[in-house]
């Protein structure tokens, strides 16, 4: 390992995403090399500036410029009879399946639990009468 | 026989349910009614990170124009995001394709007009992006405003494609995949242009280091709380 290549590998190192091999490494060049261990310290330092600047804020409101264009896309989104009567029918559809479902899962769920207690009572009766017949 | 579904609360069940994004529910809602107020909620979400990443590459007050331009942009264009990522990143993507164009047109603009082919496309009546001199420098950096104008200005010297990394992992911190998706490059050429940004940023940083002062880190601290 040579001083450019622990040099590429900085990144990684203070981000944690080395393997442990890789990264006793380079622990182990940087404290025989105090100048590159010294350049390392610097590029944190320097990211932990960069990481530690607040964020650039709008100091006007920009939606009164967006505004318009977001009305005249509306206006420019009105639907044909055609197409209002298919988006109703497409959204009846939809609500009507979904009734389906739910009242089709409901029922099943019923009677799952039906069945359920309806084996466990019926259950000892059977052992039982297959009892006594035996 | 499953008998533990039955014993289930209402509360386990609705955990259970797939989410859907709520940045892609607003854009089909969108899609749907065309409402302006939807989109609205959409800008005032990511006004400030556009705003961000387009005054870092641009800078001044074509900053506002470009960040306008990106959301108009977003809006006619809606009807193309096909949900496969997340909204934010598809936006970021046109924010970084105009940066990228503006500053190209710039440039081809300011090499028309027959300036050195080196000249900073901000020089026209932008003395916010003047360099300053890290020997004349003799007081420390204590203010973040002085620390945020030092960075832009070294920033602003480096390329555009760095510029922009730096921006979007440093910076904005976002994920190596959300930068990889935005810019287009695979991961591994993110980490290691990224880290070629970084590398280049540090050494003209160096001279301003020692300067920066704890007080302007805990300015930094207290305004990003």
Redesign the interface.
Known sequence: MDEEEV??L???YLEGTLSPELRDEVQAFLSDNPSLAAELI??E???A??????????V?D??S???P???E??S??RLTLKDKLRHKWHAFVATLSEGVILYTHTVA?RA??R??RH?LHSAPDRIKEGGSDA | MNLNAESQGPERRITNLPRLDPDIALVRQFRATGNPEVFEILFRKYQSPVYHLVHRMVHGEEAYDLTQEIFVKALRSIFTFKGDCKFSTWLYTIARNMCLNHLRDTRTRTDREQYSLNDSPYRDGDSDRDIPDPSADVERITEVRELQRIVDSLLADLPDEQRLLITLRDLQHLSYDEISDITGLSLVNVKSKLHRARLAFKGKFAPYLSAVGSEALSQSELVRK
């Open positions: 040099r590429s900085f990144s990684e610097q590029y330092r320097t990211l500036i960069l990481h530690r600047l607040p964020a650039r804020e709008p006007i920009m939606w410029a967006i505004s264009a977001a009305q896309y509306k420019q989104f769920s799952q639990a069945l359920g084996l």
